[in-house]
């Protein structure tokens, strides 16, 4: 359940518009796609990945709020693609 959580109130309904009946689903499964859309904010979805239970050593993690900061800021990107660990 997203209430609560500081996202947009217009959120679950674009969920609903691009994933149909399974949005909750899909969330649950992968809530770092909720930074497609405007204002949900890396830490609202890294909070939200947690509490479902997600796993805080989690690969996906760095992944995803470094392809959030490249996305809103290339030279911020850049930066933090250096800071990052290599597999």
Not at 45 to 58: S, Y
Request: glycine share 6%; with cysteine.
């Amino acid at each position: 359940d997203l209430d609560g959580r500081g996202f947009p109130h217009s959120l679950p309904k674009k969920l609903v518009r691009d994933y149909g009946a399974d949005a909750a689903q899909v969330v649950r499964k992968n809530p770092w796609l909720l930074l497609q859309y405007k204002s949900t904010g890396v830490a609202r979805v890294d909070k939200l990945f947690l509490d479902l239970g997600g796993n805080p050593a989690a690969i996906k993690r760095p992944i995803a709020i470094q392809r959030a900061t490249c996305a809103a800021d290339p030279a911020s990107a850049r930066r933090l693609a250096l800071l990052m660990p290599r597999p």
